[in-house]
């Protein structure tokens, strides 16, 4: 959005995710002599993009809009095919590159991928006024202090993880911006809109070594008193040199991406990673008082009860600051996604692409607490083994409850008798 203001054309934002609005068919467009509509489109919430572009396309057809329609983001990388025909333009990738060329009418083409930006230092600032005055939750669930601004420094991913798809959004090229040009954008938001505390979502925050270090010792010769969290791998927090340095310029804590406790599980994803970094590097943000999450994925083909009580055996071994299990759902155009489609290994594969294992309705009900039909319509049927025992599991939390629940209704019971009793003798 800055690249375009910046060129001297009007820019609106709105965040149908944040809080759904229904501006098409409200007369925003007429009202505010909208010419070019882009929406940046996710897999999840594709299917409100295909909403919206319905939407401005009979518009078009009854001659209430003439304008272009452009849909960029992850979903455009990964599943162009999805993307309705009378959308004018595609953007795969990197955006910066391209949009003042398809705002102009430069670049014909309907689908656009240009080469990576080599470098990002010279990309402006997000335009943190417009995201300022939308009430986003600008808390950070591991960090005590708020306003909590999030930033993205990176881009790409060197790795190849099976089960994602970010190689296909970025490349596997990793480009980042420099430790100077970071601590300058939290200056700024120090200085104009008073963020206390910073949350780098991103893959690979701490991939190079010599950036975090370079961006700690920056933070602390300025004396910016900031508080900051990051996303990475366990193998790039097992230095702990590093580990004690951005523990000393504000970093409070750090997302990682576990996985599995069984090395057999990690190795099947392609994740590259031991179980004996996993446990470095969260001793070591315990040691230096990080907090460390830890984010672990369940129900993967070929996983295995036994696969799941080693995860849980290491998480009550590390004791981690905090943790959660996400229940796997394949997400188009990773390795382990077209693996799946090609041994027919799902149950269930919705409108919008996304894969259901048989069990997902067990695990949704185990992990989540939830009935899968909170995320998914449909009855699986399906079985495996992993999935027979959680289902005892389930029953035994359930008998338990009611026990629990019974014992609880005794006692309440036997107060208020005793409650009448120390009335009447009162009386």
């Known amino acids: 959005m800055s ?13 149908n995710y944040l809080r759904p609005t229904d501006f098409i068919e409200s007369g925003f467009m007429k009202q ?90 010279h990309l402006p ?91 700690c010792s920056k933070l602390r010769k300025k004396n910016i008193d900031i508080s900051w969290a990051c996303e990475t791998r366990v193998d790039t927090l097992t230095d702990e040199g590093l580990v004690e340095e951005m523990s000393r310029s504000g970093c409070g804590a750090v997302y990682l991406g576990v996985e599995s406790g069984s090395q057999r599980i990690l190795d099947m994803l392609n994740k590259k990673i031991t179980i004996e970094q996993i446990e470095k590097a969260v001793c070591l943000a315990t040691k230096y008082n990080i907090r460390a999450y830890c984010s672990l994925i369940t129900g993967v083909p070929g996983e295995t009860y036994e696969d799941f009580l080693l995860t849980k055996k290491l998480i009550d071994d590390l004791k981690p600051y905090s943790y959660s299990f996400g229940v796997f759902v394949g997400i188009p155009n990773s390795p382990l996604y077209r693996h799946i489609l090609e041994n027919n290994l799902y149950e269930h594969k919705d409108d919008i692409g996304l894969l259901y294992l048989p069990g997902y309705d067990v695990r949704a009900e185990y992990f989540y607490g939830r009935d899968s039909k909170n995320f998914v319509d449909y009855d699986f049927k399906e079985r495996t083994d992993f999935d027979k025992k959680l289902l005892i599991e389930l029953q035994k939390k359930k008998m338990m409850q009611k026990i629990d629940d019974m014992a609880a209704s005794r006692l309440l019971s036997l107060f208020a008798r005793g409650i009448k009793k120390i009335a009447r003798l009162a009386f």
């Open 125 to 215: 600032f997000q335009p943190w006024d417009i995201f300022n005055g939308l009430p986003y939750d600008y808390t950070c669930p591991w960090m005590d202090v708020q306003p909590v601004f999030t930033m993205n420094t990176s881009r790409g991913c060197p790795f190849d993880c099976n089960f994602c798809s970010v190689c296909s959004i970025w490349g596997r090229r990793y480009t980042s911006f420099s430790a100077l040009r970071i601590v300058e954008e939290i200056e700024y938001l120090v200085r104009e809109y008073g963020a206390r505390g910073i949350y780098f979502r991103e893959d690979n925050f701490t991939l190079d070594g010599k950036r975090v270090s370079d961006f």
């Open 32 to 121: 505010k002599d909208i010419d070019i509509v882009a929406i940046h489109a996710n897999t999840i919430c594709f299917r409100d993009t295909l909403r919206m572009a319905h939407s401005l396309e009979k518009l078009r057809e009854r001659g209430e809009w003439r304008g272009k329609i452009i849909v960029g983001g992850p979903h455009a990388s990964v599943a162009p095919e999805t993307i309705p025909e009378f959308v004018d333009h595609v953007v795969q990738g990197e955006g910066e590159k391209v949009i003042l060329d398809v705002i102009t009418g430069e670049e014909r083409e309907r689908v656009v991928r240009k080469e990576s930006l080599k470098e990002l230092d």
């Open 3 to 15: 690249i375009v203001r910046n060129a001297g054309h009007k820019v609106f934002f709105i965040d």
